[in-house]
């Protein structure tokens, strides 16, 4: 069976400060994909990233960054220089190459106060 | 584009009503997906479909039902409304199973009283 730990259940902290969103994984697949996506306030789920098993490459874009460790089975995002327009659920999710399914974290909520 | 839409945004159904929420994409997406988040959770798979006429049980299919006669549209419709199905119901389509980056619509809260 696949489980996402997003730990964190809420982050605050003010405009313009690092953040580190955690995110650690279990599964038996070899073969599996690694997502983040962004729910603001207005509801709707926006894809942020992908990262596939065999890909241990770290990724920036922009102010975001991912972290993925295989050793570790985390896949860790920073927004670096937070922005009151980061506030917003996070997820982070698993799925196995040959599913359909994936299994969500519980997400971890970040407020950014100006 | 208008995306993926769903209607309506907000229902409260009494319990052992019917009803069926609407799906739309119009960017000639593939696979379609239903998905609900209960509060504090993340997303459950109900169904998914990989093309008209196709479609497959997802994580938590039970008392509910498909159906994907067009490329476009894929209504999601509950039979016998119980109060577990009081959630927020999410539509996303996606070219294909590789093309990972699912397009999601503003979702669906329901509300079982």
């Known amino acids: 069976a696949q489980k996402v730990t997003q730990a964190q259940t809420e982050i605050s902290v003010v405009e313009k400060e690092d953040v580190t969103l955690d995110c650690v994984y279990e599964?038996?697949?070899?073969?599996?994909?690694l997502f983040w996506y962004k729910q603001p306030p207005s509801g709707e789920l926006v894809f942020l990233i992908r990262?596939?098993?065999?890909?241990?490459q770290n990724e920036i874009s922009g102010r975001y960054s991912w972290n993925f460790q295989k050793s570790t089975s985390s896949f860790n995002f920073t927004i670096t220089a937070s922005q009151v327009v980061d506030s917003a659920v996070y997820f982070c999710?698993?799925?196995?190459?040959?599913?359909?399914?994936?299994?969500f974290g519980r997400g971890t909520s970040l407020i950014v106060h100006p | 584009n208008a995306g993926v839409t769903q209607t309506p945004k907000f229902r409260i159904l009494k319990i052992g009503q019917s009803m069926t929420l609407q799906c739309t994409q119009d960017?000639?997406?593939?696979?379609m997906y239903w998905y609900r988040q209960d509060p504090g959770m993340g997303l459950k798979l109900i169904y998914y479909?990989?093309?008209?006429?196709?479609?497959d049980k997802g994580e938590v299919p039970n008392g509910y039902n498909v159906s994907r006669s067009t490329t476009e549209d894929f209504p999601l419709r509950l039979e016998l409304a119980a109060p577990s199905q009081t959630s927020v119901y999410f539509c996303?389509?996606?070219?294909?199973?590789?093309?990972?980056?699912?397009?999601f619509g503003p979702g669906t809260r329901l509300t079982v009283t």
């Open positions: 996303a389509s996606s070219y294909d199973r590789s093309s990972y980056e699912q397009y």
């Open positions: 990262r596939n098993s065999f890909d241990e």
């Open positions: 599964t038996r697949d070899t073969t599996y994909y």
């Open positions: 999710a698993l799925r196995a190459a040959g599913s359909y399914i994936p299994t």
């Open positions: 479909s990989v093309g008209a006429g196709i479609t």
């Open positions: 960017m000639n997406h593939n696979y």
